[in-house]
T-cell receptor, first 116, second 116 residues
Framework: DVKVTQSSRYLVKRTGEKVFLECVQD?????MFWYRQDPGLGLRLIYF???????EKGDIPEGYSVSREKKERFSLILESASTNQTSMYLC???????????????FGPGTRLTVT | AQTVTQSQPEMSVQEAETVTLSCTYD???????LFWYKQPPSRQMILVIR??????QNATENRFSVNFQKAAKSFSLKISDSQLGDAAMYFC?????????????FGKGITLSVRP
C-alpha cells in the first residue's frame, strides 16, 4: 500500500514564525503536491514537484515556498506565518503519467495548522 | 483554465437508498481524466472512481458509478445502497491528459450525510 505521511496532524504557531510542514511518501513517486483545504473553497494547489529539486507554482503560491532535496520528501515552508494561512494542508504524491494513462494521487492525512 | 463546479454544498440520503452527486467542468481539451475522491471525517482522501474522457462507457466500482456526459461536460457520481460509511465529503476532480505532472483541479466538494 502507498503511504503518504505528514509530520504533524495538528500544529499551532504564532504570527511571524517560520513553519515547516513535512511530507514523506514510500512509493518512489516522482510527483508530489501541496494543497490547502478551506471550507467552501475545496482543495487549492500551492506547489508541486515533478522531480528532486524541481518545483512549480500552483494556483496560490504566495507566502509559501517548498523544498525537495530527496525524492521521498517534500516540505512546505511558511517563511513568516500569518493568520490567513490557518488552514488544513494536504500532501499528495503520484507517479508520472505516460501518454494515454493517468494515475491517482495518494494523499496524506493532513495537517491542521492554526496561526495565532 | 479548467474549472470544476460542484454546486450542491450538502446532500443527505437515507441508508440503503441511492443518491447522485453532481459535477460539471469546463475545458477545451479533448484528452483528460475525471475523478471522484472521498474524504471521510478522519480526513484521509481516497479515490472512489476514475473516468477516462476517451471512453464512452461509464465507469463502475461496486456500488459507485458515474454518469459521464462529455458533450454536456457533466460527471455525476451515483451511490447505490448507501451505507453509513459513505458519509463523507466528496470532491470531483479534473486532470489534463498527456502531461507529466498529473495536476488535479478540484471542485469545492459536497458533504454527504447518511441517515440511519
Amino acid at each position: 500500500d502507498v503511504k503518504v505521511t505528514q509530520s504533524s496532524r495538528y500544529l499551532v504557531k504564532r504570527t511571524g514564525e517560520k513553519v515547516f510542514l513535512e511530507c514523506v511518501q514510500d512509493m518512489d513517486h516522482e510527483n508530489m503536491f501541496w494543497y490547502r483545504q478551506d471550507p467552501g473553497l475545496g482543495l487549492r494547489l500551492i506547489y508541486f514537484s515533478y522531480d528532486v529539486k524541481m518545483k512549480e507554482k500552483g494556483d496560490i503560491p504566495e507566502g509559501y515556498s517548498v523544498s525537495r532535496e530527496k525524492k521521498e520528501r517534500f516540505s512546505l515552508i511558511l517563511e513568516s506565518a500569518s493568520t490567513n494561512q490557518t488552514s488544513m494542508y494536504l500532501c499528495a504524491s503520484s507517479p508520472i503519467p505516460t501518454s494515454g494513462t493517468s494515475y491517482e494521487q495518494y494523499f496524506g492525512p493532513g495537517t491542521r495548522l492554526t496561526v495565532t | 483554465a479548467q474549472t470544476v463546479t460542484q454546486s450542491q454544498p450538502e446532500m443527505s440520503v437515507q441508508e440503503a437508498e441511492t443518491v447522485t452527486l453532481s459535477c460539471t467542468y469546463d475545458t477545451s481539451e479533448s484528452d483528460y481524466y475525471l475523478f471522484w475522491y472521498k474524504q471521510p471525517p478522519s480526513r484521509q482522501m481516497i479515490l472512489v472512481i476514475r473516468q477516462e474522457a476517451y471512453k464512452q462507457q461509464n465507469a463502475t466500482e461496486n456500488r459507485f458509478s458515474v454518469n459521464f456526459q462529455k458533450a454536456a461536460k457533466s460527471f455525476s457520481l451515483k451511490i447505490s445502497d448507501s451505507q453509513l460509511g459513505d458519509a463523507a465529503m466528496y470532491f470531483c476532480a479534473y486532470q489534463e491528459g498527456g502531461g507529466a505532472n498529473s495536476k488535479l483541479t478540484f471542485g469545492k466538494g459536497i458533504t454527504l450525510s447518511v441517515r440511519p
